[in-house]
């Protein structure tokens, strides 16, 4: 059984910071892309940050890049999100999902996901 779970959200005060938390089981977890989504009230989900292991590729969106470092820790099969100077808008449903691909491709499958975990920062 495939199994991801998120752990670490919490609610924060704007500049703070949170460590999410992401530990799989089930699968192999070097072969695949794990990284984060989230998703704010009314608003699309929207991809957050990615790590391959296998390749060496890590992705940001513009809108963290510089404030929140992925990680991955193979021998915990455990992403983590560090995220720091949080901002209100930051606020989000945060969701960890697992891809078969080495994400060189830009091919997604976005094979597993987590149940996410609440993020919220107040101004």
């Known amino acids: 059984e495939v199994q991801l779970v998120e752990s670490g959200g919490a609610l924060v005060q704007a500049g703070g910071s949170l460590r999410l938390s992401c530990a799989a089981s089930?699968?192999?977890?070097?072969?695949?892309?794990v990284g984060w989504f989230r998703q704010a009230p009314g608003k699309d989900r929207e991809g957050v940050s990615y790590i391959s292991s296998s390749v060496g590729n890590i992705y940001y969106a513009d809108s963290v890049k510089g404030r929140f470092t992925i990680s991955s820790d193979n021998a915990k099969k455990t992403v983590y999100l560090q995220m720091n100077s949080l901002k209100p808008e930051d606020t989000a449903v945060y969701y960890c999902?697992?891809?078969?691909?080495?994400?060189?491709?830009?091919?997604?499958?976005?094979?597993?996901w987590g149940q996410g975990t609440q993020v919220t920062v107040s101004s």
């Open positions: 089930g699968f192999s977890f070097n072969d695949y892309t």
């Open positions: 999902a697992a891809d078969r691909g080495n994400a060189q491709s830009m091919t997604w499958y976005l094979d597993y």
